[in-house]
Every structure is written in structure tokens, then in C-alpha cells.
């Protein structure tokens, strides 16, 4: 995942080899200067730099388990050559914050919101998605189909199961706020169900790694 180019597929030659100059440096999830030579069909990486590293602090299985869902993620939802900036950025920062948790599982829906906002496929937080009425103390609905929350007037009758409190659309709030911004760490449980339901279903499928991060959290 690049800054400038966003997702690019690229081959190191020979970095197995003890004595490659590069094999070293192209550690799992760091963040390197690459410089990279244009291919037929694959870019060739020449030369590499750390910048970042936080290896240590991601050989636990459930920061790797972690870290792997979020790469794997971002892989699934993105197309290459396309800039996404804002994208690098929450990869930088939630790699960083995987590294030094001590409960990396509980990154993930903050993780997960904070994508959609990226891709603009969030649901509004803040108006029902049928009828664009506010949400009162009965709380919201989730609509997956209709890519939104709803308000109790709207779903209230249908009995779904996906029903938030109140307190559970102020935390949906706060878990998509940008960092500062009063926003929120850690999901409510019915919160942490419904930003996993949202990535599924834009998705379609569930990621591979997902599995392991719910066994090893
Ligand atoms: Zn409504």
C-alpha cells in the first residue's frame, strides 16, 4: 500500500537469499521508502529503507491476527493504482496502535468504521435512512440493505434484531469520529456486530483473517 499510488503489486527478486540487500528491510507490515523498477506486469523493488518498523510489537498471535485482518481488509476494498492517502494513513496509524495494544482484537471496529468513512460507504450517524428523522432515546435499527440506520418510528415495528440503544449510536458516533474529536476506542458489543455486518455486506464475504482475530481475542 503505497501513499502516492495507492495499492500496487510488486516483486522483490531473491530476498530468500542471505546475502539480498533488501530481504532484510522488506519486513511484514513496515513501512519502507521502496524504490520500484516498472515491470511488464509486475513492478520490481530495487531498493528499500525502513522507515517504520513494529515488528516486535506485532510476533503476538492476536496483534498478527490483527494486523493481517486490517492488510487483508484494505486489499479486498481496494483497487490498484488508485491514490487513496486517507487510506495509508489509518493503515499507518492502526498498525502503529495494534503494535502497542494490549487488546488488539478491540481495534478492530473503530478500524472498520473508520475505513467506510475513507470510502465513503459509513452510514450517517446522525439521521434515519428512510425518513431522515433524528434518533431518540429508542435508539437506531440497522438497515444493511438500505445502507443506513434507522429511526424507531421507521423500524420500530419490524422486531429486527440489529436494534442499537441509545448509548450504542452515541458510541457509533464516537467510534467514527476522527481521533480527538471526543472520539471513541472501543465498540459497544452490539456496535462491534454491526460495523463487522457492514464490511460483510459491502464485501460480500467475510475476510479470511477475521476467523482468527474471533479465536485469538
Ligand atoms: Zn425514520
Known amino acids: 500500500m503505497t501513499r502516492e499510488r495507492g495499492k500496487v503489486d510488486a516483486v522483490a527478486k531473491g530476498v530468500r537469499r542471505p546475502k539480498s540487500s533488501i530481504g532484510g528491510r522488506l519486513e511484514l507490515f513496515a513501512e519502507v521508502r521502496v524504490s520500484l523498477h516498472k515491470g511488464r506486469s509486475l513492478d520490481v523493488v530495487t531498493e528499500v529503507r ?3 518498523s513494529h515488528w516486535s510489537g506485532l510476533v503476538r498471535p492476536d496483534a498478527f491476527a490483527t ?10 476494498f481496494c483497487e490498484p493504482d488508485l491514490e ?5 494513513a489509518l493503515l ?4 502503529a496502535a495494534v503494535a502497542a495494544s494490549d487488546a488488539p482484537g478491540t481495534l478492530v ?3 472498520q ?11 450517517a450517524d446522525d439521521a434515519c435512512v428512510r425518513c431522515g ?27 429486527d434484531a440489529h436494534a442499537f ?38 464485501l460480500g464475504r467475510r475476510p479470511k483473517a477475521r476467523a482468527l482475530v474471533h479465536e485469538l481475542t
Open 165 to 202: 440503544e441509545a448509548s450504542d449510536v452515541e458510541n457509533f458516533r464516537a467510534l467514527g469520529a476522527e481521533r480527538g474529536a471526543g472520539a471513541a476506542l472501543r465498540a459497544t458489543m452490539q456496535v462491534a456486530r454491526a460495523t463487522d455486518d457492514l464490511i460483510t455486506w459491502h
Open 109 to 111: 471496529p473503530r478500524f
Open 113 to 123: 468504521l473508520r475505513l467506510l468513512h475513507a470510502l465513503g460507504l459509513a452510514p
Open 84 to 88: 487513496l492517502p486517507e487510506i495509508y
Open 67 to 76: 494486523a493481517s485482518l486490517f492488510a487483508e481488509t484494505i486489499d479486498l
Open 133 to 159: 428523522g433524528s434518533f431518540d432515546q429508542h435508539g437506531a435499527w440497522l438497515d444493511l440493505e438500505a445502507g443506513g440506520l434507522g429511526c424507531e418510528r421507521c423500524y420500530g415495528a419490524r422486531g
Open 92 to 95: 499507518s496509524g492502526a498498525l
Open 50 to 52: 525502513t522507515v517504520r
